[in-house]
């Protein structure tokens, strides 16, 4: 009986001890994030998951990329984190315009996406902005964590600014 009970317990602290390596980002709304980047002393860079509810390479990488210890800790460090519904209905204010849901198709679309995406609606994409909320970059499609963190350090670390990707990335 005590062995049992040592193996049951043994079993729920790694259980735990699994479930504290996850790391729960605070996704900030895009007034949440806007509001940071004019308050802050030292604002920081925005990043903004850009995703639909349908899409499920979107769950798949806010599982297995962005819950990753190492991308969550350097995520939050160094960007403030948005997630943003390309199919929101609510009207978004950026660079004095306001963004609103446009019905199209079978789900319609956010103005905000499609100006951040390019026009490319394709999910997931992430972009980047600069600390004055200027585009630096979309990325569009899945991205598992290695090449991810290249992406993120990229941009957090002003990299950009000194190198192109081809001379960064090694290609």
Known sequence: MR??????????????????????IKWLSWDEAVKLSQTDAKPKKMFIDVYTDWCGWCKKMD?????????????????????????????????GKTFKFVPSGRNGYHELAAALLQGQLSYPTVVFLDEEMNMLSPVPGYQ???????????FGENIYKDKDWQSYAGK
């Open 3 to 24: 062995k049992t009970f040592t193996q049951i317990s043994l079993f729920f602290l790694l259980l735990v001890g699994l479930q504290t390596n996850a790391q729960d």
């Open 63 to 95: 599982k297995d990329t962005f819950q990753h210890p190492d991308v969550s800790k350097y995520m939050q460090a160094n960007f403030y984190m948005v997630k943003l519904d390309a199919e929101g209905k609510d009207p978004i204010e950026y660079k």
């Open 144 to 154: 598992k964590v290695e090449p991810f963190m290249q992406i993120a350090k990229y």
